[in-house]
């Protein structure tokens, strides 16, 4: 159990524990008990929380993808690249970098007034639900946001895109397609991973940007579905494989 893979299998249960506790209090409250009220600063830490370990699941499936590409791309070297220390060293850039792109964020908020109805969309605290609340200037926000959006979702996304072209350029080099299968098939689980953690986001996205006016249980279902099914079903992709 020290092969690299399993140290980021580690990272990943460990983050996907802390999503599921920093959002589970408010959604049983909510559906369970029907206590639909959050303090400011309460919601504030849950935004924290959940975007810091939202960003964190982003940077560990890239940090694999990179593993999967050293193994199948220069294997030989497999064990030279990826030693103990650099791998630490990789989760805690990960981990370092999400904190440092969320943690302006509850300090952006702050400073606006809120005179809205304060009635958030969902069951928890998301940046892009709670600066519709605010009556001043949420341009700045709104910049902040979708840097931050580019920067961790959009360039992990993409670099996860190139480690994969890579990885097929090789294994269409390999004669035997009996090796090939054998070799695309010990990416199914990361595959899987990556999917299920970034198609529903890509659904709630789409469900807020285009689908105003669809019924509310559209949007909590999509929004629960994104929060919930990636830490439910990645033990049983990987345990499955291991």
């Not at 408010?26 to 919601?43: G, M, P, Q």
């Amino acid at each position: 159990l020290h092969q690299p893979m399993y140290h980021f299998l580690s990272l990943l249960s460990v983050n996907d524990l802390g999503v599921s506790f920093s959002t589970l209090p408010t959604v049983l409250a909510t559906f369970c008990f029907h206590l639909r009220k959050i303090s400011f600063d309460s919601c504030m830490a849950q935004m924290f929380f959940i975007h810091f370990f939202s960003f964190t699941e982003s940077g560990i499936l890239l940090v694999m993808s990179f593993d999967r590409y050293v193994a199948i791309c220069n294997p030989l070297h497999y064990a030279t690249v990826l030693t103990d220390v650099r791998v630490a060293h990789m989760s805690i850039c990960v981990i370092i970098r999400s904190v440092c792109m969320v943690f302006p964020l509850p300090f952006l908020l702050k400073r606006l007034s809120f005179c809205k109805a304060n009635i958030l969309s969902h069951a928890y605290c998301l940046h892009p639900d709670l600066i519709r609340l605010p009556c001043g200037d949420i341009t700045i926000n709104n910049i902040f946001g979708l840097f931050i959006v580019i920067s961790t979702f959009g360039l992990d996304s993409a670099f996860i895109l190139l480690s994969y072209v890579l990885i097929l350029r090789s294994v269409l080099a390999i004669a035997s397609q009996e090796e090939r299968l054998k070799t695309l098939n010990t990416c199914a689980s990361h595959m899987s991973a990556v999917l299920i953690f970034y198609v529903p986001m890509v659904g709630v996205s789409m469900v807020a940007r285009y689908g105003r006016h669809e019924p509310q249980y559209v949007h909590t279902l999509m929004s629960l579905i994104y929060l919930f099914v990636p830490p439910m079903l990645n033990p049983i992709i990987y345990g499955m494989k291991t």
